[in-house]
Every structure is written in structure tokens, then in C-alpha cells.
């Protein structure tokens, strides 16, 4: 059986957008981009080869790419399951149809806040537009729909806001993010500092997440805390009272990606006691 099942495809280099810390930057806007015939044959082999059953379609923007209609039928052909991350920009009524048609089974929407005044860093992008665009696509096609969020000093304080907001466009999953040091983040380092938010971060995500589990919203929407986040809402979960809040707040939220310890390797404490990661109390 193959090592890997799940593949991450950057079909432009291209972008239309300037995101601040952007960490991809070093391999963006590159002139070397393979044509379609290359990725076609790639991606067959790699379903002949390898068996991969996912690709994510990434850049770059994605959509820059003409042919990314094309290279979404080819998946659906190949019964290789199309997710594609992108800024939106490009995501007209027409293209989305489009996309649907062809069979893409994800759209992830990078959106960092409510409003423009919380969305600093993606510059170039228009928040209004792009919530518009998550309803357009849920009122209208079968697309799982995920919103991208990466937090900063400008957003910290709207956890609670956007989290309202997702559920009023009835995305399927919020994924939030911590700041990668790499490519253009790098360079502004100190501006996009954690530190500077986490607490404020956190009080936010306990109120969102309070609210999620007293309204019963874990089979409407998924919420993914990544990077430095994880291990905090691990062993802080906020303020739950009953076994069954605990129980759905652990299983549900935290069972999968927040925590790769869960994966492979549970903890004996030293008085005998087991957890399921070093992390639960
Ligand atoms: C690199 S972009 C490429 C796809 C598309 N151009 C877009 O903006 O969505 C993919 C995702 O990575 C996120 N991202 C970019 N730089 C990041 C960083 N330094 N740390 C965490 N996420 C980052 C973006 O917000 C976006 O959701």
C-alpha cells in the first residue's frame, strides 16, 4: 500500500492577491507553471501509482489557472475526491456552477474577518463579497464548504463575530489558524506575533465554543483549532459543566486533527492512570 493518499497540488504559481504573510511566497508568481497536459498526466499517475484518492488544488491562486474546471472533471473521472483552496476573488456565480458540475466535493474560502478592517493582511481581498460567495454556493450546490481563518492582532478580538457569521452562511467547517513563520510572514514577524493576541484569542474561542455546544451546532458546523491553539483549548476547554458537554467537546471537536498525540500515543500517569494524550486531564 502507498505511504501517502492525499496530495496537495499548486497548479499556477500565479497570484492576484498580496497576502502580508503569505507563506508561500517564495514559490509564488514563479513563470514555471507545468501545462495541463503535464498535471493530467501527473495526477493519473499518481492515481495508477500510488492510489491517491484526494487532491487539494492550491497555488498560487488556483483560479488563475484556465483550465481548473478541466482539471477538477479529470478527478471526478479518475474517482479521486477535488478540493480546492482559494481566495474567491475569481469565484463568480458562472465559475462555481462550473466547478459543481465538474464534481468538486470541497471549496475552502480564505476569510479572515467580518469585515475588511479585520481582514488587513489578505490585501486585494473584499470580505462582503466572499460571504455572498459562501451563500451562493450553499444555496445553490451540494459543495462542502470550509472557511479558511488565520488569526492576527486584527481579527482576535472577532472570533465570536465570524463564528456568527459562518453559521449565518452555513459553512460546513471553520478552520482557524495560527500564523506560519515562512515566506513573506517572516518578514513581518513581530507585527504577526502570537503573543500579542493569544489571551484575547482564547477568551474569544471559549465564548464561541460555549455557544456551540449550548446550542447543540456540532452536526451543523466543524470547528478546527490549529497551531498554537490546540493544546490550550485541550486542556482549558471552557467552562463545561456536564459529562455530556465534556464528552461531545472532546469527541467531537477535539477528536481528530487538534490533537495528533490521540493518533499514536496515550499517556499512563504516575499514579496508573491512563489518558488518551499527554494533554487531557
Ligand atoms: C497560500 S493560500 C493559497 C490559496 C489561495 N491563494 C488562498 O489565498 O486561499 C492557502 C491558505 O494558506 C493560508 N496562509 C497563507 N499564509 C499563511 C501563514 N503564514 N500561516 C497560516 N496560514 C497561511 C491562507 O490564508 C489560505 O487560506
Known amino acids: 500500500m502507498s505511504l501517502f493518499t492525499s496530495v496537495r497540488l499548486e497548479i499556477t504559481s500565479k497570484c492576484n492577491l498580496n497576502c502580508k504573510y503569505c507563506h508561500n511566497l517564495d514559490f509564488a508568481n514563479k513563470n514555471n507553471d507545468m501545462t495541463t497536459e503535464k498535471i493530467k498526466a501527473l495526477l493519473i499517475s499518481l492515481k495508477k501509482e500510488l492510489g491517491v484518492n484526494k487532491v487539494l488544488l492550491t497555488g498560487g491562486e488556483p483560479l488563475l489557472n484556465s483550465d481548473v474546471v478541466e482539471i477538477v472533471q479529470l478527478l471526478t473521472d479518475l474517482k479521486i475526491k ?3 483552496v482559494t481566495n474567491g476573488k475569481l469565484l463568480t456565480e ?33 470580505v462582503e463579497e466572499l460571504w455572498e460567495k459562501c451563500k451562493y454556493i450553499k444555496n445553490n450546490t451540494k459543495i462542502n464548504t470550509v472557511v479558511h481563518t488565520v488569526s492576527s492582532m486584527h481579527n482576535a478580538n472577532k472570533m465570536f463575530d465570524i463564528y456568527k457569521k459562518i453559521l449565518e452562511v452555513k459553512a460546513d467547517r471553520w478552520r482557524i489558524f495560527d500564523v506560519g513563520y515562512e515566506g513573506a510572514a517572516n518578514q513581518n514577524i513581530k507585527e504577526l506575533d502570537v503573543s500579542t493576541y ?9 465564548r464561541t465554543l460555549r455557544h456551540y455546544i449550548e446550542h447543540s451546532l456540532i452536526n451543523k458546523l466543524d470547528i478546527e483549532a490549529n497551531g498554537v491553539f490546540k493544546t490550550n483549548l485541550l486542556t482549558k476547554p471552557p467552562m463545561l ?3 455530556e458537554e465534556k464528552n461531545k467537546y472532546f469527541k467531537k471537536i477535539l477528536n481528530l486533527s487538534p490533537c495528533a498525540y490521540i493518533q499514536h500515543q496515550s499517556t499512563i500517569r504516575s499514579d496508573g492512570k491512563g489518558t488518551l494524550c499527554q494533554f487531557f486531564s
Request: a positive charge; zero cysteines; glycine letters at 8%.
Open 82 to 84: 477535488s478540493d480546492l
Open 94 to 126: 458562472k465559475m462555481i456552477n462550473n466547478l459543481s458540475k465538474a464534481g468538486l466535493k470541497r471549496i475552502r474560502i480564505s476569510i479572515d474577518g467580518v469585515g475588511d478592517e479585520h481582514n488587513k493582511y489578505r490585501i486585494g481581498s473584499n
Open 198 to 206: 493569544y489571551h484575547e484569542f482564547m477568551d474569544q474561542m471559549s
Open 241 to 243: 459543566n456536564t459529562y
